[in-house]
C-alpha cells in the first residue's frame, strides 16, 4: 500500500500559513481597523481549510465534469463584477457580498485551472495538437481579458503566466516557443510605446533605477528595502519592525507584507520561508510528475505555476528585482478570495497524489 | 503515471524544477546580500528614517499690464513645514506649543492634508517672520519632524484694483489635484485660473539627507523645477486706478476696450476684494467673510452682473427696425406719455418730445418714440435680431465664470410664467425694461460691434503669449451701422450725454437710466452709459454701470468723460 498523503505538502503549506498570520498581526498594527483583519484572515483560513477538505475529497476526476458549467458560472461573475464592481485602488475588481469583498479573479485561477484539466481530459492525443492549443488559448484568453478591462494587470498576469507554463508542459513545439519568445519581445516593445500608462513605464523603469522617481513608486521600493536590509540576520522581533510601523511601507498587510516579515525576522526567517515557498512547488511538481492521467499532471503543474509566479513576483518586488505589482503573496498577504483559492489549490493537488494510482 | 510515461512532458517538468531552484536561488542570494552584506548599513538608514523628500516649488509666472508694471509676482515666504512619517500624535500638544498655536488647530491642519500622501511634507505654518525664524532654528533638534522651507508665495502688488481680473490663487481640491498630479497651489479664479497651464510650471524634486538631530548631512536635486510663464495683459494700469477713483463707493463697473480687436484695457468693478487673502491655506475665516460681505465684493459684476440695460437697448431695437427696413426718418409724436388700449406708458420727459424721428429718438432717448417702433418691429423682429448678434449670450472672454443675459422670448414666457407674451410686454422691452438682463460684458461687444462696422469681437486680456481670439463680422447692412452711430452721435452733440460734447475728442454713445427691481425714483435707478471714441475712426469703447447712480448723466457719463478724457491726452499708452 502506497502513501495516500502527502504530509510534506501538508505540512509546508500549515508552516507557512502560520508564519504568514503571525506576520500580518504585526503588519496590521499601524492599519485602520487591524484587529478586525486578523479576525477575518482567521475566518478565512478557516474557510480555506474547508475548500481544500472539499477539492481532497471530492474525487478531480468526477469533478471536471462540471466544468463546462463553473465556466459559464465564473464568466457572469467575471461580467458583473465590471458592471456592478466596486472601484479600489482605479480597479473595478471587486464585489460587495455585504459581509464579504469578492474579488472573483481569485477563485477564477481554480476554475481556470479546471478548465485546463478539462480540455486536456477530452483531448485524445498525448501531445499538444494546434486544436487544444487554441482551445486552452480561449478558455483562458477570455477570462485573461475580463481581468484586463477591470483593468488588474498584476492578477492577468497570472493567468498568462499559467496559461504559458503549461502550454509548454504539454509539449509545445521548439520552434513555436522561440517565436513566441521573438513575439513577446515585439509585444513589448509596443506595450511600451502604445500600452503601458506612465505610471506603469515608471514602476518598470524604478527596478532598474530607483532613485528615478523616490516620491512615487521608487520611494516605496527604496524604503522596503530599507526594511528588508535593516532586518540584518536575526530581525528585529516581532512587532518591532520600525519601517512598517512606521508607515514607510504601503500597503503592509497585503503587496508589502514580505518587507514586514524580513524586516522582523531577518535573513534567518527569510531563509525557512523561501525554503517551504520552494519545497512546495517542487512537491507540486512532484505530484504533476507521478499524477496518473494527463489532466492530474497539468491542473498539478498549472497551480505549481501560480505559487511560483506569485511568490517570486511578491518576494522579488519588495527587493526592487521586479516592478512594483498588486500580486498577493499566497498564504501571507490579507485577502479571503486568495487564501480560499489557494488554500482549495493545495486540496486540489492532493487529490491528484491520492488518486495516482486508482484506475477507475 | 502519466508525467513518466512520455518523455517530453517528463523532461519538460524538469525544466520547470531547475527553473524554480534557479529563481529561487537568486531571491535567496539577493536577500542574502542585503540582510548581511549590507545588513548593517540598512539598519543604520531605518534607525535614522534620515530620507526626506520635498518638492522644489516651481516659481509662478509673472503677470505684466500693458505698461510693463509687475501686478502679480511672488515674494518668498518661509514655511514650518511637517515631516508626517516622523511625526507621532503624542507630540502634538508639546508642537502645538513650540510653534505658539492652539493644538485643536495644529491637528485640524493636519488633517487638512489627510489626502495627500504621507511621505510629502507639508506647511503646518505659513510665512513666518524672521523673529519666529531664530526662534524656531535654536530650538529644532528637539523638533526632528519639523522644518524650514522656502516658498514663493503669490504677491498681489496692486491688491484690490485688478482683483476681479487677475482672480487668486488657492490650494487644489482633490479632483484638481488628480489633474495637475502635483501638490502646488494653482488658479482659482480669473486670468490665475483661465492660463493656470501657462503660469504655473511645473515642481521639482529634491532629496534630504538628515541626521537624527535633524541636521542637513547631503541634499540632491532629483529633478529641476521648470517655472511657469510669464503673461502679458491689455490691461493699462493708469487708466485702471482712475476708474477706481472716479467709481469711488458706487458699485458697478466700468470695462473699456478697443473696438476692433477686443483686448480689454480696463476693467474693474466695485466693490473689490484683497486677493492676497487667498494664499494662505489655513486663514479660511477671511474668505468666509469676503463671501458674505455686503456689496458682494466676490462679484464680477462686468462679467456675472446680470442687469436691465434700459435706454441702452433703444439701440439694438432701432437697428432691428432698420434691419426690418424701417426708415430712419419714421417719425413718432411724444406728447409725454402713450396710451395702448386702456394702459399707459410714461415717457421720461413728461412735457414730451413732439415729433421726432429715429435719430431724435435715440438722441434724446425718447420713451414714446420706442413704445411705437417696437411695436411696429415686433418681438420676433426684436429677439432674432438680438439673436443674431448674440446680445444676450457669452461673449468668451478669457476670465472664468461668465454669465449670460436674458433674451425674453414669448416661448420662454410661457414657459416660465404660463402666460402668453402681451403688447405691453413689447413695449416695455422696447426700452430696455421688463424681463430683458444682459450682462455690461455683453453691452460693451455690443457697442463695439456698432463701433467697428459690424464684426463680434472677443473681449479680452491677454496680450502675449499670443492667442487668437475671433472676431466674427455679422451680415448686416452697413448703411443701417452709419445710421445707428449718426445716432449715437448725436446723443451726444445735442441729446442726452451733451456733458461729452466738450472733449476734444469726439465721441458717440448712448446714456441709459434703468429701474431697478425695487422701482422707485432718482437714486434708485442703474445708472449706464456705453459709448466709442473717436466718432470718425472709433478706437475705443467705454461701458460704465453705477448701481443706483441715479440718472445717467449724474454719474455714468462724466466717468464716461474722465476716461474718454485720458484717452485722449494717453493715447501712446493704446497701442
Redesign the interface.
Known amino acids: 500500500m502506497k502513501r495516500q498523503v502527502d504530509w510534506f505538502l501538508i505540512i509546508e503549506v500549515i508552516a507557512l500559513s502560520v508564519l504568514g498570520y503571525i506576520t500580518l498581526k504585526s503588519a496590521v498594527i499601524t492599519v485602520q481597523n487591524g484587529d478586525v483583519i486578523v479576525k477575518k484572515q482567521m475566518f478565512f483560513l478557516l474557510l480555506g481549510t474547508i475548500g481544500a477538505l472539499f477539492f481532497y475529497f471530492y474525487d478531480y476526476r468526477k469533478l471536471l465534469n462540471f466544468v463546462p458549467v463553473l465556466y459559464a458560472l465564473t464568466l457572469l461573475v467575471l461580467l458583473t463584477t465590471l458592471v456592478l464592481g466596486k472601484v479600489i485602488h482605479g480597479s473595478k475588481s471587486w464585489i460587495n457580498l455585504g459581509v464579504f469583498m469578492l474579488q472573483p479573479s481569485e477563485p477564477a485561477k481554480l476554475i481556470a485551472i479546471l478548465t485546463i484539466g478539462y480540455i486536456a481530459k477530452n483531448t485524445r492525443s498525448?501531445?499538444l495538437t494546434f486544436k487544444t492549443m487554441l482551445k486552452l488559448g480561449f478558455a483562458v484568453g477570455v477570462l485573461l481579458v475580463l481581468i484586463l478591462i477591470q483593468p488588474d494587470f498584476g492578477t492577468a498576469s497570472v493567468y498568462i503566466v499559467m496559461l504559458v507554463?503549461v502550454l509548454?508542459?504539454?509539449?509545445l513545439d521548439r520552434k513555436v516557443i522561440i517565436i513566441l519568445i521573438v513575439f513577446s519581445i515585439l509585444g513589448g516593445i509596443f506595450a511600451w510605446n502604445y500600452v503601458f500608462k506612465p505610471y506603469q513605464k515608471n514602476r518598470i523603469l524604478t527596478v532598474i533605477n530607483p532613485?528615478r522617481d523616490?516620491?512615487g513608486s521608487g520611494?516605496q521600493v527604496?524604503?522596503s528595502?530599507?526594511?528588508?536590509?535593516?532586518?540584518?540576520?536575526f530581525g528585529k522581533g516581532f512587532g518591532k519592525g520600525?519601517?512598517s510601523k512606521?508607515?514607510?511601507l504601503p500597503e503592509p498587510h497585503t503587496d508589502f507584507i514580505f518587507a514586514v516579515f524580513?524586516?522582523e525576522f531577518?535573513?534567518m526567517g527569510?531563509?525557512v520561508v523561501?525554503a517551504l515557498?520552494?519545497l512546495i512547488?517542487?512537491r507540486i511538481?512532484n505530484i504533476?510528475?507521478?499524477?496518473?492521467?494527463?489532466e492530474?499532471?497539468i491542473m498539478a503543474?498549472a497551480v505549481?505555476a501560480v505559487f511560483?509566479y506569485q511568490s517570486?513576483v511578491s518576494?522579488?518586488m519588495v527587493?526592487g528585482?521586479i516592478p512594483t505589482t498588486g500580486i498577493p503573496l499566497p498564504f501571507f498577504s490579507y485577502g479571503g478570495s486568495g487564501t480560499i483559492t489557494y488554500l482549495s489549490m493545495i486540496g486540489l493537488v492532493l487529490n491528484i497524489y491520492r488518486k495516482?494510482f486508482s484506475i477507475i | 503515471m502519466f508525467g513518466e510515461k512520455h518523455s517530453l512532458i517528463r523532461f519538460r517538468i524538469i525544466f520547470f524544477y531547475v527553473t524554480v531552484i534557479t529563481v529561487f536561488l537568486v531571491l535567496f542570494l539577493r536577500y542574502w546580500y542585503l540582510q548581511t552584506v549590507k545588513g548593517d548599513y540598512y539598519y543604520k538608514a531605518s534607525k535614522e528614517n534620515t530620507l526626506r523628500v520635498i518638492s522644489l516649488v516651481a516659481k509662478r509666472g509673472d503677470i505684466f499690464s500693458l505698461d510693463g508694471e509687475k501686478v502679480a509676482s511672488y515674494k518668498p515666504a518661509l514655511n514650518i513645514m511637517l515631516d508626517r512619517n516622523r511625526f507621532s500624535k503624542k507630540r502634538l500638544k508639546e508642537i502645538a506649543l513650540f510653534l505658539k498655536i492652539t493644538p485643536s488647530e495644529l491637528k485640524k491642519r493636519i488633517k487638512k492634508y489627510r489626502k495627500i500622501p504621507r511621505y510629502v511634507p507639508v506647511p503646518i505654518k505659513e510665512n513666518i517672520s524672521y523673529d519666529f525664524l531664530s526662534y524656531f532654528e535654536a530650538r529644532k533638534a528637539d523638533y526632528p519632524e519639523l522644518f524650514v522651507d522656502i516658498e514663493p508665495l503669490r504677491y498681489y502688488p496692486y491688491g484690490k484694483l485688478l482683483a476681479h481680473v487677475l482672480g487668486y490663487i488657492g490650494e487644489p481640491s482633490v479632483k484638481e489635484l488628480k489633474k495637475i498630479g502635483e501638490y502646488t497651489f494653482i488658479g482659482k479664479s480669473g486670468i490665475e485660473k483661465e492660463y493656470d497651464d501657462i503660469l504655473r510650471g511645473k515642481n521639482g524634486i529634491k532629496r534630504l539627507i538628515v541626521d537624527s538631530g535633524n541636521r542637513l548631512k547631503e541634499e540632491k536635486v532629483i529633478k529641476q523645477p521648470v517655472d511657469g510663464a510669464n503673461l502679458t495683459l491689455s490691461i493699462i494700469l493708469p487708466l485702471q486706478k482712475l476708474i477706481k477713483e472716479k467709481l469711488g463707493d458706487y458699485k458697478g463697473c466700468v470695462i473699456v476696450n478697443n473696438v476692433n480687436t477686443g483686448e480689454i484695457y480696463a476693467l474693474y468693478s466695485n466693490p473689490s476684494f484683497d486677493p492676497n487673502v487667498f494664499t494662505s491655506r489655513f486663514e479660511r475665516k477671511k474668505l468666509k467673510e469676503l463671501k458674505k460681505a455686503k456689496g458682494n465684493p466676490l462679484l464680477n459684476r462686468a462679467i456675472r452682473g446680470r442687469y436691465s440695460p434700459g435706454s441702452i437697448f433703444k439701440v439694438a431695437v432701432s437697428f432691428a427696425s432698420l434691419e426690418k427696413g424701417i426708415s430712419p426718418s419714421t417719425s413718432f409724436y411724444c406728447p409725454g406719455y402713450f396710451e395702448y388700449g386702456n394702459l399707459e406708458f410714461k415717457c421720461w420727459f413728461k412735457p414730451g418730445h413732439g415729433r421726432l424721428n429715429m435719430y431724435g429718438g435715440i438722441a434724446h432717448s425718447c420713451n414714446v418714440y420706442f413704445y411705437n417702433l417696437g411695436l411696429k418691429v415686433g418681438i420676433k423682429g426684436i429677439d432674432s435680431f438680438c439673436k443674431k448678434i448674440k446680445l444676450c449670450e457669452k461673449t468668451g472672454i478669457d476670465i472664468p465664470g461668465e454669465k449670460k443675459g436674458l433674451l425674453p422670448t414669448p416661448e420662454w414666457k410661457r414657459m416660465k410664467t404660463g402666460k402668453p407674451w402681451y403688447p405691453g410686454d413689447t413695449i416695455n422691452l422696447s426700452i430696455g425694461q421688463g424681463y430683458l438682463l444682459v450682462t455690461p460684458i455683453e453691452v460693451a461687444r455690443f457697442v463695439s460691434f456698432i463701433a467697428n462696422g459690424g464684426k463680434l469681437v472677443t473681449p479680452h486680456f491677454l496680450k502675449n503669449p499670443k492667442r487668437n481670439f475671433s472676431i466674427r463680422e455679422i451680415d448686416v447692412n452697413p448703411a443701417h451701422i452709419k445710421v445707428v452711430q449718426k445716432a449715437m452721435r448725436m446723443v451726444v452733440t445735442g441729446g442726452t450725454a451733451v456733458k461729452l460734447s466738450f472733449l476734444k475728442v469726439k465721441v458717440a454713445g448712448k446714456t441709459g437710466t434703468a429701474q431697478t427691481i425695487s422701482g422707485g425714483k432718482g437714486k434708485e435707478n442703474n445708472s449706464w452709459f456705453s459709448g466709442f471714441a473717436p466718432y470718425e475712426n472709433p478706437q475705443i469703447c467705454v461701458t460704465v454701470i453705477a448701481e443706483r447712480g441715479g440718472h445717467s448723466t449724474d454719474k455714468a457719463v462724466p466717468i464716461a468723460g474722465e476716461i474718454f478724457k485720458f484717452f485722449d491726452q494717453n493715447r501712446e499708452l493704446f497701442q
Not at chain 1, 509548454?168 to 509539449?171: C, D, I, M, S, Y
Open positions: 498525448n501531445y507554463v509548454f508542459v504539454l509539449g532613485e523616490p516620491l520611494y527604496i524604503q528595502k530599507i526594511a528588508v536590509g535593516s532586518g540584518r540576520i520600525t519601517q512606521l508607515k514607510y524580513s524586516e531577518g535573513f527569510v531563509a523561501l515557498y520552494m512547488i517542487l511538481l504533476a510528475r507521478v499524477a496518473l492521467d494527463k492530474g499532471m503543474v505549481a511560483f517570486v518576494i522579488g527587493v528585482l495516482r
